[in-house]
Every structure is written in structure tokens, then in C-alpha cells.
């Protein structure tokens, strides 16, 4: 398997980044990102730069962005309008033939900096008809995490080392996707970015924060692909939107270091299984490997509950049907995070 890192949550200057895409995909290149989706406000003005810009897959979408629940609508040919109700601009989007991200559901503050964008009915998780396609969640959003640690006396001190104001997904989205996941809604997880390159005045001029070349070195999904990118643009296309619906994918907080050649896989035999994978019991029991390569705690995560845990690597046999995930915290915030494989009987 290749693994592809990139970026997704990304605003230009067709709604409110300070970067022309072109920027943009310069400083995801200079970051070592392969592919990017930007998704600017209630607009497809971008399309037109859609293609490889400096190397680098660039997919331009949209969000959504009504008062409260905005939501990534990916590969689609048509602005979705925001005046439809939640229910309903996620039916629109799948029944163009796209499908979505629920962006940063639990956001809990407003201030200076940021408004507060919470995703209000958590009930509304997938499309009406969900006829076997997933649904994602941004289940850490790096600048809604940042912003909702500001307050009038830190905001200098969290400028100059933004890595303490991060906490990672809050318990309770965890809770929401292990909770779908178990109950077969499929849902795959993202660590977005949300980056805008925001500039704001201070004492001192113009400040930006942060640039997207910094941001690109944050928050990174990586895609368990069966090959490197093809130079096509469509194919390469198809394959990273096939990738991270199937959930084929794992999320790494690069602050905390790189995890460029994670192992998360099951396997019997010659079989095996990668994260978005179904794995049946039917013929016997099943191993699971996890090893994060770095002296690190890692934790095998079953049905919203760690099963067990150890540093470095785990190795388990199983034989108790599920939605199997792997975690590992460094420091105080979170390092890396897989997408779940299904083991049923």
C-alpha cells in the first residue's frame, strides 16, 4: 500500500483565505502534501484552478455554511444552497452524486476571533437514503480548537505557541462516530484544517495566522491507496474521493512528529484487511497489527472502548465481532488516529 499524505478544510481567497490557490498548493507542496481539497464558502469559483497546481492533486468544493451546521460538500458540479435545512442540503449533496463532512460539530464557544458554528441536531448524521455510502465527521478541526482557547489575556501566548492552545476531538464527537460507527452508519473520520492564512491588524502590523505552509504541517490524513497518485488528474481524483469514503485512511498531529509508515491492519493468513475494510470471523478468528514505529503509547480502541493498549506495537488475535480503531497521545494532545476496520461474524 502507498500512503498519500493531505489536507482537507481549506479556504482561498474566493470566499475568506488570504491565498490564490496557486499559494495555496505551493505551500502544501513545500509541506510535503500530495493532495489538498479546498472548500470555500458557498462558492465553486475555484474550480477552474481544479488539477495538479505545483504537483500537488488540488480538488476544489464547497462548504457549506448556513448560521450553524456547515458541512464540506465534496464532489459535486453545483453550488448546494445554504438556505436548505441540514437534512436537506446533505440529501442534495448525495443525490448530485457527491458526499460530505460534517465540519467542527462540537464548537462550544464564541469570541473575538471566531463565531460559533456547532452542528445543532446531532440526529442528522447521513442521508435519507443511505443505500450503503458514508458520511464523514471532522472530528478535530484545528483552527476551531485554537480559537476556542483564546481569551483577551492569552491570545499573544497562543500566537507564539499555538500548539498549547490545541486539545484534540472532544469526548463527545468521539462518542457520536464510535457510536455511529457501531450502529453500521459507516462514517469515516477527518482532522481538518479550516485554514484561512487569517490576517488581522496588531501593534505591530499586519499579522498572519497562521501561514498555510505552517498549517500544512499540522493536522495531516493519510491514505492507504493500492498506488502512488497517477499524473491523470481524474483517475487521481477518483482515487483519493474512493479512499476517504471507504475511510481507507489514518489522521497524524505532525506537531507532535511525523507517522509516515503507521502498520494498522488485520489480518488471517494471507488475508488482510486495511481501515475501511470489512473482515469476517466466518473462517476463524483474526490478528490485528498496530505499530506506530516511535517509543509511543499506543491504545487498540473497540467499539468506543480500549481493548488494550502497550508502547510502540500491538499484537492481538480476536475473536469478538466490532469497530476496531488505534490511537496514540504523545504529549497532552492527540498524535495519531486511525479510521476503523469492521470485524463481523
Not at 482561498?12 to 505551500?27: K, N, T, V
Not at 488528474?233 to 507517522?259: D, I, K, P
Not at 468506543?304 to 488505534?326: D, F, I, P, Q, W
Amino acid at each position: 500500500m502507498h500512503v498519500s499524505p493531505g489536507a482537507i478544510h481549506i479556504h482561498s481567497q474566493h470566499s475568506d483565505g488570504s491565498g490564490s490557490i496557486s499559494h495555496i498548493a505551493r505551500a502544501a507542496r513545500q509541506a510535503g502534501i500530495e493532495w489538498m481539497i479546498i472548500t470555500d464558502h458557498d462558492t465553486l469559483d475555484g474550480r477552474i484552478e481544479q488539477g495538479y497546481n505545483h504537483d500537488v492533486l488540488t480538488l476544489v468544493d464547497q462548504e457549506i455554511t448556513p448560521f450553524h451546521n456547515h458541512f464540506l460538500g465534496l464532489n459535486v458540479d453545483r453550488v448546494i444552497s445554504n438556505t436548505l435545512a441540514p437534512q436537506q442540503f446533505i440529501d442534495a449533496t448525495y443525490d448530485a452524486g457527491g458526499f460530505g463532512i460534517i465540519a467542527h460539530p462540537d464548537e462550544q464557544l464564541y469570541n473575538e476571533f471566531k463565531g460559533l458554528f456547532r452542528w445543532d441536531d446531532w440526529n442528522i448524521n447521513s442521508p435519507t437514503n443511505l443505500a450503503g455510502r458514508s458520511m464523514g465527521i471532522e472530528l478535530w478541526n484545528f483552527m476551531s480548537d485554537w480559537g476556542e482557547h483564546l481569551t483577551p489575556n492569552n491570545k499573544e501566548f497562543l500566537y507564539a505557541f499555538p500548539h498549547r492552545g490545541l486539545s484534540g476531538p472532544s469526548k463527545a464527537t468521539l462518542e457520536w462516530w464510535d457510536a455511529l460507527n457501531i450502529a453500521g452508519k459507516r462514517t469515516f473520520g477527518i482532522w481538518g484544517l479550516d485554514a484561512h492564512a487569517f490576517l488581522r491588524p496588531s501593534p505591530f502590523g499586519r499579522l498572519q495566522v497562521f501561514s498555510y505552509e505552517w498549517s500544512f504541517k499540522t493536522l495531516t490524513n493519510y491514505l492507504w491507496l493500492p498506488e502512488k497518485l497517477p499524473g491523470g488528474f481524474h483517475a487521481a481524483m477518483r482515487m483519493v474521493y474512493g479512499a476517504l469514503a471507504q475511510g481507507r485512511s489514518y489522521m497524524v498531529n505532525r506537531l507532535e512528529g511525523e507517522c509516515a509508515n503507521l502498520e494498522f491492519f488485520a489480518f488471517r493468513g494471507a488475508e488482510r484487511w486495511y481501515a475501511g475494510d470489512i473482515a469476517s470471523l466466518r473462517d476463524g478468528p483474526i490478528t490485528l497489527k498496530v505499530n506506530v514505529g516511535s517509543d509511543a503509547p499506543v491504545r487498540l480502541v473497540h467499539n468506543g472502548k480500549e481493548a488494550l493498549s502497550g508502547k510502540t506495537s500491538l499484537l492481538t488475535t480476536v475473536n469478538t465481532s466490532g469497530v476496531y480503531r488505534m490511537e496514540s497521545t504523545k504529549s497532552l494532545t492527540p498524535w495519531v488516529m486511525t479510521n476503523p476496520i469492521y470485524i463481523t461474524r
